[in-house]
């Protein structure tokens, strides 16, 4: 492996309206490895880090679609390994960490992000397909924090960035085993941090969880509902977590919580569990379902890639916000904790003036 430089800062690009790069203030040349990179939100972080100067390696199963990844990478700037990879497979997982660490240098950042996921009520799914789902969502995130680890604890740094999900918390119906996955890595994630603690090892885990996304997962998951798969709640452009994931990767934040409905979920499932329950029960299969059927025979991506050239985004663009105001207070509370102090302050300081003039008049009063 030949040398590679550290990070630092530069201007590099940023993404216009049009889909080209235009320049910011970015970290240039960091290491960053992202799966499920093809499309959906995997892609969006993708292009995040690459408008802030990273050096990207890129694993999904469609290679033509981590190729199109790859080109915006370099357009912004920098380098890319596209890694054609099933993360259910441990092996293949640890062949692409090397040969990215062999072309970009030392990893820096592991985005575990990668899922498959079938539409069905439980007594629907076949056992094949609720393994199968379990181990590119679940496992996958295992092999992959596996690969990170095996490289960055020795080095003792790097970040870990497992993609969670409010669904991680309080579970809806027709997604048990997507649901199922997203516990599994919080308690896997948890353990794993408490072992890091106990090694004192500066490697960071940490979870970004997710609400509603416009991705194309709703158009090439497996489903067995009558009607096309869609969001529940308020949805937002993949563009919206990808920025948390990117300041998640950079700051040292147990968990992130993407959005008001992800906030709302899982402090409401400590509040009355059984009430969302019922709640659920009863709203949960027509919320996750559009007006339109599903037309026979769609391919999915439960066993294969499904062809065409997806990005980052689904859709449901009409219905989707680019924008949360929870997600950008949350990542910044510093300025917010200095503009409340500042305005404690000042309220502080008009109170003991008005306070010191009345003083002043009522001396004034008294004289004459």
């Known amino acids: 492996m030949g040398s590679h430089a550290a990070p630092s800062r530069q201007f590099r690009g940023e993404r216009d309206w049009n889909g080209r790069c235009i320049l910011s203030f970015t970290m240039q040349g960091e290491t960053v490895v992202i799966t499920g990179a093809g499309a959906g939100v995997g892609r969006a972080i993708a292009d995040e880090f690459a408008k802030n100067g990273a050096n990207i390696g890129l694993i999904a199963r469609n290679r033509d679609r981590l190729e199109t990844a790859k080109r915006f990478v370099e357009e912004c700037g920098g380098k890319a390994v596209a890694a054609p990879c099933d993360v259910a497979d441990p092996e293949q997982v640890e062949n692409a960490a090397a040969q990215i660490e062999s072309a970009l240098g030392p990893i820096d950042v592991w985005v575990n992000c990668a899922m498959v996921t079938i539409f069905a009520p439980f007594t629907e799914i076949k056992p094949e397909e609720f393994r199968r789902s379990t181990e590119v969502t679940y496992l996958g995130f295992v092999w992959g924090t596996m690969a990170a680890l095996k490289r960055m604890k020795p080095r003792n740094k790097g970040s870990i960035v497992q993609m969670g999900s409010a669904l991680a918390y309080r579970s809806?119906?027709?997604?048990?085993?997507?649901?199922?996955?997203?516990?599994?890595?919080?308690?896997?994630?948890?353990?794993?941090r408490c072992e890091?603690?106990?090694?004192?090892?500066?490697?960071?885990?940490?979870?970004?969880?997710?609400?509603?996304?416009?991705?194309?997962?709703?158009?090439?998951?497996?489903?067995?509902?009558?009607?096309?798969?869609?969001?529940?709640?308020t949805i937002y452009e993949p563009e919206v977590p990808a920025r948390a994931v990117y300041w998640a990767a950079h700051h040292k934040r147990r968990e992130v919580f993407v959005g008001f409905p992800t906030v709302k979920a899982i402090y409401g499932q400590e509040v009355a569990p059984g009430y969302a329950d019922h709640y659920l029960g009863s709203i949960g299969f027509d919320a996750q379902q559009t007006e339109q059927?599903?037309?026979?025979?769609?391919?999915?991506?439960?066993?294969?890639?499904?062809?065409?050239?997806?990005?980052?985004?689904?859709?449901?663009?009409?219905?989707?916000?680019?924008?949360?105001?929870?997600?950008?207070?949350?990542?910044?509370?510093?300025?917010?904790?200095?503009?409340?102090?500042?305005?404690?302050?000042?309220?502080?300081?008009?109170?003991?003036?008005?306070a010191s003039a009345g003083l002043t008049d009522h001396a004034a009063q008294r004289s004459v």
């Open 172 to 192: 809806i119906p027709l997604q048990s085993p997507y649901c199922g996955a997203k516990h599994a890595i919080v308690g896997f994630t948890d353990s794993l």
């Open 196 to 233: 890091l603690i106990h090694d004192r090892s500066n490697v960071h885990l940490t979870v970004v969880h997710l609400p509603a996304v416009n991705t194309p997962q709703f158009s090439w998951c497996r489903t067995r509902l009558p009607r096309h798969p869609a969001p529940v709640g």
């Open 293 to 354: 059927p599903v037309e026979p025979g769609r391919p999915d991506n439960m066993f294969d890639t499904v062809p065409g050239p997806y990005g980052a985004r689904g859709i449901f663009t009409e219905k989707a916000k680019s924008w949360s105001a929870q997600n950008w207070a949350n990542l910044h509370r510093g300025v917010l904790a200095g503009v409340a102090a500042g305005a404690a302050a000042f309220a502080v300081g008009l109170t003991r003036k008005r």
